[in-house]
């Protein structure tokens, strides 16, 4: 297993310097827009749509073999040792893989992601996972939900929607979604707004690592040194903060070290407001290209639940992740070598015909099923309950105080784009 993770980190380095949806001859520009770079590499403006195309390989089979350098665009004349590596595409393999832990391992991405974030619950297995998601849960109470919903969520949502209101047409990416995130979670750890657009910079810098390791690396450290200065203080003076909670965090004698804080923040803005952006983005795009569904949640506020969940499932925010078998197993029907790379195509999964009626259908009355959006078994999402009434949040004050929105008629090909992260580039609307 000791040889697992490190394969993979040569794997990756060599993806970060020759690899971004093609062939990348040199790094791009130190001053060129990390979110633009992000959402480049990540397939924005080149992917449309990945699901014809997971679901042709899922019908010949839901465990698929993939070339890994194929796949990074690793030139043939780069002498590299790869290890075996599949595709999981079938909703009920995906569901195995995720579900076990023992077998299927996180710390693959120790020599990846953690290079950047720490040593983080990203690549943590059991029984350390489940220690430290304890110590870190802490600092998200039902009690704390509550507090944030009114307090904090609800007044950064009404802010931006304050700038919009009157005009009678918004932008709901680039005005709303976008934005709210990183206020959510910059007012969740205290940090000064004015530090927001520096740290959000740093933050996607760091999961742009696949295109520019040197810049991660830098932002990481960056990073460190600010959330240091943070912590410090918080020590000295404790605040109504996150950052305060888990400086104070203990269970059965153990706390977090500064170094576990850090790593833990370091994951949290990408892992939240980066998913929750498109996520909620995603469900406007679903709802606002199917008017008489809108028109039905518009009349039934109590059917905002189901529609939250199955944006989530139609079009999670993040299509894959992945995991690296620890023994030889067999995986729908297909031999899956110890040392193998799973790319866990959670996006394929959540379509899976056999698991929905017409999955490829944007629809709010289905009857709710478990989707794999938030992943599934120890590592599901620990910002779950966040991540849902943000969303709940957004989506009560847009249909309270934009009447009659609706896509922007003259607005030219809104649509989805991505095949690593999802989302639409921009959402024009009008309203009364």
């Not at 120890?378 to 943000?390: D, Q, S, T, V």
Request: proline residues 7%; negative net charge; hydrophobic residues 45%.
């Amino acid at each position: 297993m000791s040889d697992t993770p490190e394969t993979s980190s040569i794997a990756t380095r060599a993806a970060a310097q020759t690899a971004a949806l093609g062939t990348l001859a040199e790094a791009p520009p130190a001053d060129e827009d990390p979110f633009e770079l992000f959402n480049r590499v990540s397939g924005a403006g080149t992917v449309r749509d990945p699901y014809p195309e997971f679901a042709a390989l899922r019908a010949e089979s839901p465990v698929q073999p993939l070339d890994l350098r194929a796949e990074y665009a690793i030139p043939d004349d780069m002498e590299i040792e790869l290890p075996p590596a599949f595709r999981v595409l079938g909703y009920d393999e995906v569901v195995t893989v995720l579900r076990d832990g023992d077998t299927f391992s996180s710390a693959g991405y120790a020599m990846s992601m953690g290079e950047v974030m720490g040593h983080s619950i990203l690549e943590m297995d059991e029984p350390e996972h489940h220690r430290y998601r304890a110590l870190l849960q802490q600092a998200f109470t039902r009690k704390a939900m509550e507090r944030w919903e009114t307090e904090l969520v609800g007044p950064i949502v009404d802010g931006f929607i304050d700038a919009f209101a009157s005009r009678g047409r918004a932008d709901l990416v680039r005005e709303l979604t976008f934005p709210f995130p990183v206020h959510v979670i910059a007012g969740l750890l205290g940090l000064p707004h004015d530090d927001l657009p520096q740290f959000h910079r740093w933050a996607v810098e760091i999961i742009s690592l696949g295109v520019d390791w040197d810049r991660a690396v830098r932002a990481s450290g960056d990073l460190r040194e600010y959330f240091a200065g943070i912590l410090a203080q918080r020590r000295r003076e404790p605040a109504d903060d996150v950052i305060t909670v888990l400086a104070g965090a203990e269970l059965d004698g153990q706390r977090l070290t500064d170094e576990d804080i850090f790593a833990f923040l370091r994951l949290l803005l990408p892992a939240g407001a980066e998913t929750t952006y498109r996520s909620s983005s995603n469900l406007f795009f679903g709802l606002l290209t199917r008017p008489e569904q809108l028109d039905a949640l518009r009349a039934d506020r109590s059917l905002a639940a189901q529609a939250i969940e199955e944006g989530l499932r139609w079009e999670p925010p993040l299509t894959g992740i992945m995991r690296t078998a620890v023994r030889d197993v067999e995986l729908g029907g297909v031999a899956v070598p110890a040392g193998s790379i799973l790319s866990v195509t959670i996006g394929a999964a959540n379509r899976d015909p056999s698991r929905w009626d017409a999955p490829d259908r944007f629809d709010l009355f289905r009857d709710p099923q478990q989707h794999m959006a938030f992943a599934f078994g120890p590592h599901m999402c620990l910002g779950i309950h966040l991540a849902r009434m943000e969303t709940a949040v957004v989506l009560d004050k847009v249909l309270d105080r934009l009447p009659n929105l609706r896509l922007d008629p003259e607005a030219d090909d809104v649509h989805i784009t991505g095949m690593a992260f999802r989302s639409p580039a921009s959402l024009p609307v009008l309203f009364d």
